[in-house]
Antibody
């Protein structure tokens, strides 16, 4: 059974860079037709898609975050990562990684990790 | 402000049916059949319950059903049960970007 697990910095200072990694276990990140996404949820609020990547390295980003976000993949480690620069308090959220197959919905999610932006 | 519009809350009694709407535009819901719905209980990750407007993943109860008309998608839950009390989010695609609704809190009375 495929599982995703987020890890990374839980507390980031304003103007610094947020870095998270999603480890994929129980399956390969190399499957054709699958995309690997980052999605976030501010406390008490709704979901916001950040972007996704294919195992080939092709990426798509939310236009509102594109200038600050980079998603990368390491197929040798079966994981993918998120970097978000110049963070502010508005970036405080639970960050999820998730898998999607050919736009058919995000069917596997990580448990989520809370990232707080504060000095 | 979310890209897709959902009612903030709905409620129903056990055994009843409720419908949650998700209003988009001709550039997302109206243009593609890539509408998904998610159920989220407090402190948990979202769970996919409907994809491609009407399809249920394996293991999801047939009490959950989806539909679409024009720029509006809908999720219907029949035979409400206490365990259905949760937040529900719709999602669609717009120009290769996923967009979500603001979420609807379902209260089972």
């Amino acid at each position: 059974q495929l599982q995703l697990q987020e890890s990374g910095s839980g507390l980031v200072k304003p103007s610094q860079t947020l870095s998270l990694t999603c480890a994929v276990s129980g399956g390969s990140i190399n499957g054709d037709g699958y995309s690997w996404s980052w999605i976030r949820q501010p406390p008490g609020k709704g979901l916001q898609w950040i972007g996704y990547i294919y195992h080939s390295g092709t990426t798509y980003y939310n236009p509102s975050l594109k200038s600050r976000v980079t998603i990368s993949v390491d197929t040798s480690k079966n994981q993918f990562s998120l970097r978000m620069t110049s963070v502010t308090a508005a970036d405080t959220a639970v960050y999820y990684c998730a898998r999607e197959r050919e736009l058919r919905g995000f069917d596997v999610w990580g448990q989520g990790t809370l990232v707080t932006v504060s000095s | 402000q979310s890209a897709l519009t959902q009612p903030a809350s709905v409620s129903g009694s056990p055994g009843q049916s409720i419908t949650i709407s998700c209003i988009g535009t001709s550039s997302d819901i109206g243009d593609y059949d890539y509408v998904s719905w998610y159920q989220q209980h407090p402190g948990q990750a979202p769970k996919l319950i409907i994809y491609e407007v009407v399809n249920r993943p394996s293991g999801v109860s047939d009490r959950f059903s989806g539909s679409k008309s024009g720029n509006t998608a809908s999720l219907t839950i029949s035979g409400l049960q206490a365990e259905d009390q949760a937040d529900y989010f719709c999602s669609a695609y717009r120009s290769s970007s996923a967009v979500f609704g603001g979420g609807t809190k379902l209260t089972v009375l």
